[in-house]
């Protein structure tokens, strides 16, 4: 991947955009700005990460998804992780007022393409998007990349996951697609509370503070097929 806000030619023109984000008046003003701004010619909107990954299972590819981190029914960067797989090689933009750089960090290893703050001016969407499409990423000005401690080798990775037991994998399985702990609950026929303890156990394991850290752990591991050689 360039390095975030590396100079890009100009992109292809813009038709089609998906707008994931259950703010209305924010929904409907940056819509606006793609319009006029980009000359965008559709612009959906869904207010949930649901409704978000129903709309690219139904309707042709749009040429890019912003997505707000905030979402009803999603945790932190899972909603990320989860949209860009259905997704597929579509650019997500996240467009977010969390502007920390420990954050935005997290985004780009998560698979953005690029990171717009919600306050920003219309020319500072249209640079970004003209980036982005032109193969390019994009972060914020003043953006500066922090070192994280929870960066590991994929060996340290994969030494982690083997720590976990077979449920414990499982779940931090569902946890990478998104899922929710009633949704986790529910699928694997526990209660809520034993899932939450289950969670707990896993982020002790793997040396992390957060479900986001412990998404980006799995993937640096190739998570998934860890867990079949084991079962």
């Given at each position: 991947m360039?390095?975030?806000?590396?100079?890009?030619?100009?992109?292809?023109?813009?038709?089609?955009?998906?707008?994931?984000?259950?703010?209305?008046?924010?929904?409907?003003?940056?819509?606006?700005?793609?319009?006029?701004?980009?000359?965008?010619?559709?612009?959906?909107?869904?207010?949930?990460?649901?409704?978000?990954?129903?709309?690219?299972?139904?309707?042709?590819?749009?040429?890019?998804?912003?997505?707000?981190?905030?979402?009803?029914?999603?945790?932190?960067?899972?909603?990320?992780?989860?949209?860009?797989?259905?997704?597929?090689?579509?650019?997500?933009?996240?467009?977010?007022?969390?502007?920390?750089?420990?954050?935005?960090?997290?985004?780009?290893?998560a698979?953005?393409?690029?990171?717009?703050?919600?306050?920003?001016?219309?020319?500072?969407?249209?640079?970004?998007?003209?980036?982005?499409?032109?193969?390019?990423?994009?972060?914020?000005?003043?953006?500066?990349?922090?070192?994280?401690?929870?960066?590991?080798?994929?060996?340290?990775?994969?030494?982690?996951?083997?720590?976990?037991?077979?449920?414990?994998?499982?779940?931090?399985?569902?946890?990478?697609?998104?899922?929710?702990?009633?949704q986790?609950?529910?699928?694997?026929?526990?209660?809520?509370?034993?899932v939450?303890?289950?969670?707990?156990?896993?982020?002790?394991?793997?040396?992390?503070?957060?479900?986001?850290?412990?998404?980006?752990?799995?993937?640096?591991?190739?998570?998934s097929?860890?867990?079949?050689?084991?079962?």
């Amino acid at each position: 991947m360039a390095d975030p806000g590396t100079e890009r030619p100009a992109a292809a023109r813009l038709d089609r955009a998906l707008i994931v984000d259950d703010h209305p008046l924010f929904c409907e003003a940056l819509a606006m700005t793609l319009r006029t701004a980009l000359g965008v010619r559709e612009v959906a909107t869904a207010p949930s990460l649901a409704e978000g990954i129903a709309w690219l299972e139904r309707e042709v590819a749009p040429d890019v998804v912003l997505l707000d981190l905030k979402l009803p029914d999603v945790d932190g960067l899972d909603g990320l992780v989860r949209l860009r797989r259905t997704a597929g090689s579509v650019p997500v933009v996240v467009v977010s007022s969390l502007t920390d750089d420990r954050l935005i960090a997290s985004v780009f290893r998560a698979g953005a393409a690029g990171f717009v703050p919600k306050h920003s001016q219309r020319e500072v969407f249209a640079e970004a998007l003209g980036r982005i499409l032109a193969g390019g990423t994009y972060a914020p000005e003043g953006y500066y990349a922090p070192e994280v401690e929870a960066d590991v080798d994929a060996d340290t990775a994969v030494e982690r996951m083997q720590s976990l037991t077979l449920q414990q994998g499982r779940i931090l399985e569902l946890v990478c697609e998104g899922k929710l702990n009633k949704q986790i609950a529910w699928e694997l026929d526990i209660a809520e509370t034993t899932v939450k303890a289950h969670l707990t156990a896993i982020l002790r394991k793997l040396h992390v503070h957060s479900r986001t850290q412990a998404v980006l752990l799995a993937q640096n591991a190739r998570f998934s097929a860890i867990l079949h050689r084991r079962a």
